[in-house]
């Protein structure tokens, strides 16, 4: 029975010739991401600029939209409202008022006034808690510090499982879809919050997950082929875990697709970031992670490990004499 593939078997496309304009215009959008995070800056949400954090009941089953479109012309700045437990428990962060704690509290006031105009059969106003400048600096070091051990992690992994120069491409990768995640964050002015963490350290995950797959074929294909050009080499184990790249990005992005469009406005940004991700994600373990491996002398990594095989069968031969 014949069956239908996206990707034809045995291709051959040439990627690594084109590793030189793929470092150049990484390293520009590397730049430029950085630049557009210092100025003019990413769009903090309450959890790192601070706010105000309400928790209410509504009457009935909440209409999140409705409350949304009210509560965001009251001239607050950023409102977020959040569903949880049961459908009338209604999380409502507000963004931080310039000014003291009588700032903060009248905000409040307004915010109980129109929700009790909009709904007169009465809301439970359960808690109202501020969430001041301390607390939400300690959140976004804490954001960053998470960040920064993945990355630790990564490498040290990589290394035990492969060898240094692989870990150097893996990492290269990371910080591009890293920075470039933020770049992309700062010319949207999409919400930057702990949903936005999360989302980088899942496209972390899910770029390492792609280039792992590639590496390991790449060691095969080393032992395999020892007289292999090097870029050749590169090219061949691309083009046969290339199927499996398209399929799993396809398949990530369908899901991404349907929670963007119809998952509503709470998880919008961190579904945002991770379509950016798996985009950029695949783009750089093509060609950042890999092409990276023509220039670290990858190849003696072979002849190595060839030469401890040699040398196994020569003393298991004396110890049996």
Known sequence: MRTFRFIPDHTRIGFMRWRVVCFALSGVVILLSLVLAAYPGLNYGI???GGTLMEVQTPGPADLGAMRATLTGLGLG???LQEFGESDDVLIRIQRQEGDDAAQQAAVTKVKAALDRMMPDGVNYRRTEFVGPKVSQELLSDG??????SLVAVLVYIWFRFEWQYGIG????LVHDITSTIGFFAITRLQVDLSTVAALLTIVGYSLNDTV?????VRENLRRYKSMNMVELLDRSINETLARTIMTSGTTLLALFALFFFGGEVIRGFTA?????VFV???STVYIATPLLVYLNLRAIGAKEEAKAAK???KAKGAGA
């Open 273 to 277: 970031a991770m379509i950016w991700g």
């Open 213 to 217: 797959v590639i590496f390991d074929r």
């Open 281 to 283: 994600g695949t783009y």
């Open 312 to 314: 196994a069968p020569a």
């Open 170 to 173: 893996a990492i290269a990768a």
């Open 78 to 80: 950023s409102v977020a």
């Open 47 to 49: 959890d790192f600029e």
């Open 144 to 149: 960053v510090m998470a960040l920064g051990l």
